[in-house]
């Protein structure tokens, strides 16, 4: 992928990952990046639906619709379809989102958090999600002008479009557009947490990236450089135990944090 530069130490790491953060007009250091990490280079950036297999486009409104049902108690009465999505995927639930962070060390954390991982070479993407307004449809633009916004809320979508088959009915134009969830929990705010979306559940977002190489770039992290980076992390307390606030959280933040380091150097028997 030419968009992808591997760094060599965690100070390179740092200068990428904060790459073209000065904004000119506010006089202020505001990325325009959001960023995703991956415990794997090779991995695409899929959706859990996607991950599905089979038919998975004709299973989103049925997956969606038992959500909305069995989870009523969980629910507002009347709630958008947007909360909706993002409430089931945060749950858990197999939907079109993809999970992103505005946090830098948030996405290092995920590159890093799965020790059996550490013999292979991880990434982070980097994606601006200012300039990715500049291929929304007019409606969308309109949108997100009117309200002075560089990413969209469950209200500001809800305003003119009320189903997911609404929003892929302007899918001739093929676009992503980045969704900020209501602060349903701790784990959301902790995470700095926000969505992508694909015009329709069958474009794959890393294939559209490539189409549009200017919006991002891609850090390659060295397997050698894990440690480093996960005992840095550690450190700065950007663990599970903060990110996943209560008690799975703090188990999987102690079981890592007391793994042997031998079991993890690309021994077999961490595979």
Not at 59 to 86: C, D, M, P, Q
Not at 129 to 137: E, F, K, Q
Not at 223 to 235: G, T, Y
Request: glycine share 6%.
């Amino acid at each position: 992928m030419n968009n992808d530069v591997r760094v060599a130490n965690w100070s390179e790491l740092q200068d990428l990952l904060f790459r073209d953060s000065f904004d000119i007009n506010l006089g202020r250091f505001r990325s325009p990046f959001i960023f995703r990490g991956l415990s794997e280079a090779s991995y695409e950036l899929k959706t859990s639906l996607m991950r599905l297999g089979g038919s998975y486009q004709e299973l989103e409104r049925h997956l969606l619709r038992n959500f909305r049902k069995y989870a009523h108690r969980s629910t507002v009465s009347g709630e958008s379809v947007w909360n909706l999505l993002a409430l089931a995927q945060h749950h858990g639930l197999p939907t079109r989102l993809l999970d992103w962070t505005y946090s830098p060390f948030v996405a290092l954390h995920f590159a890093t958090a799965n020790l059996n991982k550490f013999d292979i070479d991880g990434a982070i993407w980097c994606v601006n999600y200012v300039n990715s307004n500049d291929y929304l449809p007019d409606t969308l633009k309109r949108i997100i002008r009117e309200e002075g916004s560089n990413v969209f809320t469950p209200q500001m979508l809800g305003v003119e479009f009320n189903s997911i088959k609404q929003l892929d009915a302007l899918g001739e134009q093929r676009f992503v557009l980045f969704l900020e969830p209501p602060s349903m929990d701790e784990r959301i705010v902790n995470q700095h947490a926000l969505f992508s979306m694909m015009s329709n559940s069958q474009l794959l977002m890393s294939k559209w990236l490539n189409e549009h190489p200017g919006l991002f770039y891609r850090i390659i992290i060295p397997a050698e450089l894990k440690w480093e980076i996960r005992d840095k992390l550690d450190q700065a307390n950007i663990t599970e135990r903060v990110l996943f606030p209560g008690l799975d959280g703090l188990s999987s933040w102690l079981k890592r944090q007391y793994s042997p380091k031998e079991l993890h150097d690309g021994d077999e028997t961490s595979l």
